[in-house]
């Protein structure tokens, strides 16, 4: 009888314009060959989950030293055909200057989806999507995790339009703006984003010594 296989599933997540986005890779063969599955590894009787997400994705979509949070486990007896197969998600954010320079050329095709735009997605990964959105919305509730994906230049409708996303709900812009600055955690760069039209928005970053808080 063969072994149980483990495999690590990397559910990496960053922002762009405001939007969640998560990275997947393109499956070139079958099952659900076209469609678009997590960058994701076997985990050997060597390797730790960190160091098989550090490897396979390094290889699969061009990043490295990315820094990963258990997830969830997975292990539905037909999650994967004709093999028994246990999955375990790490969870991983990623900067936006690091998304606008990712130009790493792999052997797979590999793109950036919002969260509430996803591509036909194969095995069970929607699942592990899902979930790894939810724990994703705790994570941002935390001052210091949203700096990781706001280290600095950002604008407050950029801010708010990602906890709208993950809340699915709109917010009021007004009562938004003065809540988050009454936090005394961002300051003016003294710099405007670009605008084809109005009114400029004023840039932002998180002060050096701010608190660790809880935001929403």
């Not at 986005?21 to 985990?43: A, F, H, M, N, V």
């Not at 999650?79 to 050329?105: C, L, Y």
């Not at 407050?156 to 996303?165: C, F, H, K, R």
């Not at 809540?179 to 405007?192: A, S």
């Amino acid at each position: 009888m063969e072994g149980v296989i483990v495999e690590a599933l990397a559910c990496i997540f960053s922002t762009y314009k405001g939007k969640i986005k998560i990275l997947l890779k393109r499956k070139t063969d079958e099952p659900y060959k076209g469609y678009w599955i997590l960058p994701s590894g076997i985990i050997d009787n060597d390797k730790t989950l960190e160091e098989t997400l550090e490897i396979a994705v390094s290889e699969q979509v061009g990043l490295s030293n990315l820094t990963y949070e258990e997830c969830a486990v997975f292990s539905d007896l037909d999650r994967f055909p004709n093999k028994r197969i246990i999955g375990i998600s790490a969870i991983s954010m990623v900067d936006e200057v690091t998304v606008r320079n990712h130009q790493e050329a792999t052997k797979y095709e590999y793109s950036w989806f919002s969260i509430d735009k996803l591509p036909k997605i194969g095995y069970d990964h929607i699942r592990v999507i899902n979930k790894s959105i939810v724990a994703l919305k705790q994570n941002l509730t935390n001052s210091s995790t949203l700096r990781q994906v706001f280290p600095s230049d950002f604008t407050l409708p950029e801010i708010q339009s990602v906890y709208e996303q993950l809340l699915t709900k709109d917010l009021d812009r007004r009562n938004f703006r003065k809540k988050f600055l009454n936090l005394n955690l961002i300051e003016e760069t003294g710099d405007n984003a670009p605008s084809n039209n109005g009114r400029p928005a004023k840039l932002y970053r998180f002060k050096q010594d701010m608190d660790d808080i809880v935001l929403f």
